[in-house]
């Protein structure tokens, strides 16, 4: 009885190993990939560790988000989670000129980066983030792709968030109450 026990304690030792292994190697197959601002200081890395979309920035080598979740619930599924960062990032650079009569400085140059990330679940390709990275700022977008018959797509749930580094301060400005002053246009 001694030798079954002691061999059965070795498949279960063989067992959790393997199954340690295995979970390793799947955190250490997220790769994480990054796009930077023109003049090389603004970075934005985005990543998929276990299967959660996530991005972070940084601005001169200085954390700026840490990495904050990205994704969402929808009705044809929860693209939250279980998902992949596919291997191959476009990109393109932007420089465009456009002119308003109504601003501060009305001829405006605007010189960015763009990169698009694709996550796919399952084997396919769910959305595109599609990230615009100036010397100055970083916005991003979702570019959703159908998914079998479904008609429409209705966001349920909204992961993307924010992750700012312990002690971040901020600054607040109080605003008018809704619906108020010329034309009950306030806050404009």
């Known amino acids: 009885m001694s030798v079954e026990k002691n061999l059965k304690n070795r498949?279960?030792?063989k067992f959790f190993i393997v199954m340690a292994m295995?979970?390793?190697?799947?955190?250490a197959s997220a790769e994480n990939k990054q796009i930077t601002s023109p003049d090389g200081k603004l970075v934005v890395t985005v990543s998929d560790v276990d299967g959660r979309p996530s991005y972070?920035?940084?601005?001169d080598n200085v954390?700026?988000?840490?990495?904050s979740p990205l994704g969402m619930i929808a009705n044809i599924g929860d693209f939250s989670s279980g998902m992949s960062l596919e291997k191959n990032v476009s990109t393109n650079k932007i420089d465009e000129t456009y002119e308003l009569a109504s601003i501060k400085q009305s001829k405006v140059r605007y010189v960015a980066n763009e990169a698009v990330?694709?996550?796919?679940?399952?084997?396919?390709t769910?959305?595109?983030?599609?990230?615009?990275i100036s010397n100055n700022d970083v916005a991003f977008k979702y570019k959703m792709y159908p998914q079998g018959e479904a008609l429409s797509c209705v966001i349920r749930k909204e992961a993307t968030g924010f992750a700012f580094p312990d002690g971040t301060?901020?600054?607040?400005?109080?605003?008018?109450?809704p619906m108020g002053g010329f034309a009950r246009t306030s806050p404009s």
């Open 11 to 13: 498949n279960m030792m």
């Open 22 to 27: 295995l979970l390793g190697s799947s955190v």
């Open 56 to 59: 972070s920035v940084s601005y």
């Open 63 to 67: 954390l700026f988000l840490k990495p």
């Open 117 to 124: 990330f694709s996550f796919t679940q399952q084997g396919k």
């Open 126 to 132: 769910i959305y595109d983030v599609i990230f615009r």
């Open 169 to 177: 301060t901020t600054f607040l400005c109080p605003q008018s109450k």
